[in-house]
């Protein structure tokens, strides 16, 4: 494939798909990446063991068995997002909890902004029957839907993500060239960093009492969200383990 100013924020761009079922979709994922500059394929809990090399992954990926052969495969969300800034989820459903919701044409503008910063980021696709679960959901930075049709917004996966693909090329192709860093990205905590903080918390609170690990109610997923609307930076991510530090202490 020809050079172009793009290519330089290909390897920031991971396209995560978590426990798919079908080995076709893996394949068609890969040639929809392949066809728009882009090849940093994530799987995350796949239906099974090293279905990237399945029959029919490989007939259909059709010439991007490159991109393939060098996915990652994960055993947790988390491990596949780790030193990303923005991390959007794509989901057409409505959440009670979770990260603040946003639009497409939203979600492009921090996407780009973000890689223009030197930053990485990720997109990420669920299930292809069931979509993002709120557990996964809530590693995202932000749940980001489609402008389909409101009456039908089904897409098939491999579907959505060549949509994606194509807007986040555009918009890359439209204005490739680096504007002035984002030095407030930079000091964001990645939801990895987050997501394990909230694990500390939730430890922490059990200990005192506040927690009912037999009765949780909402309480983590409403932390959750709450911390997912705050954007918490690094030095914060310190700060409220810190505190969880002392709860455990008290134990």
Same mark, same amino acid.
Not at 74 to 95: E, N, P, Y
Not at 225 to 233: G, I, V
């Given at each position: 494939?020809?050079?172009?100013?793009?290519?330089?924020?290909?390897?920031?761009?991971?396209?995560?798909?978590?426990?798919?079922? *079908?080995? +076709?979709?893996?394949?068609?994922?890969?040639?929809?990446?392949?066809?728009?500059?882009?090849?940093? %394929?994530?799987?995350? $809990?796949?239906?099974?063991?090293?279905?990237? /090399? *399945?029959?029919?992954?490989?007939?259909?990926?059709?010439?991007?068995?490159?991109?393939?052969?060098?996915?990652?495969? *994960?055993?947790?969300?988390?491990?596949?997002?780790? +030193?990303?800034?923005?991390?959007?989820?794509? /989901?057409?459903?409505?959440?009670?909890?979770?990260? &603040? &919701?946003?639009?497409?044409?939203?979600?492009?503008?921090?996407?780009?902004?973000?890689?223009?910063?030197?930053?990485?980021?990720?997109?990420?696709?669920?299930?292809?029957? /069931?979509?993002?679960?709120?557990?996964?959901?809530?590693?995202? /930075?932000?749940?980001?839907?489609?402008?389909?049709?409101?009456?039908?917004?089904?897409?098939?996966?491999?579907?959505?993500?060549?949509?994606?693909?194509?807007?986040? $090329?555009?918009?890359?192709?439209?204005?490739?060239?680096?504007?002035?860093?984002?030095?407030?990205?930079?000091?964001?905590?990645? &939801?990895?960093?987050?997501?394990?903080?909230?694990? *500390?918390?939730?430890?922490?609170?059990?200990?005192?009492?506040? =927690?009912?690990?037999?009765?949780?109610?909402? =309480?983590?997923?409403?932390?959750?969200? %709450?911390?997912?609307?705050?954007?918490?930076?690094?030095?914060?991510?310190?700060?409220? $383990?810190?505190?969880?530090?002392?709860?455990?202490? $008290?134990?």
């Amino acid at each position: 494939m020809a050079q172009t100013p793009f290519t330089q924020y290909s390897d920031q761009v991971r396209w995560i798909m978590v426990e798919t079922s *079908h080995a +076709g979709n893996i394949g068609s994922a890969a040639r929809a990446l392949k066809t728009m500059g882009f090849d940093a %394929l994530h799987l995350v $809990r796949p239906r099974e063991l090293a279905m990237h /090399t *399945h029959p029919d992954a490989m007939a259909l990926a059709s010439g991007a068995s490159d991109v393939l052969a060098q996915s990652n495969t *994960h055993d947790m969300l988390s491990s596949s997002i780790q +030193g990303c800034a923005v991390v959007l989820g794509l /989901t057409s459903r409505d959440r009670e909890f979770g990260p &603040p &919701p946003l639009s497409w044409a939203d979600g492009l503008h921090l996407l780009t902004d973000a890689l223009q910063s030197k930053r990485s980021v990720a997109l990420v696709f669920g299930p292809e029957r /069931t979509g993002l679960e709120n557990e996964d959901l809530a590693y995202c /930075t932000h749940r980001v839907f489609l402008p389909a049709n409101p009456a039908y917004p089904s897409l098939n996966l491999a579907q959505a993500i060549m949509v994606c693909a194509f807007g986040l $090329r555009q918009a890359l192709l439209k204005d490739p060239s680096p504007s002035v860093v984002n030095e407030e990205l930079s000091e964001l905590a990645d &939801p990895a960093a987050v997501a394990a903080m909230l694990d *500390h918390w939730q430890a922490g609170l059990e200990a005192i009492g506040y =927690l009912d690990p037999k009765n949780p109610k909402k =309480l983590m997923p409403r932390l959750q969200a %709450l911390f997912a609307r705050t954007r918490l930076r690094k030095e914060e991510i310190d700060l409220l $383990r810190g505190i969880a530090k002392q709860m455990l202490l $008290r134990k």
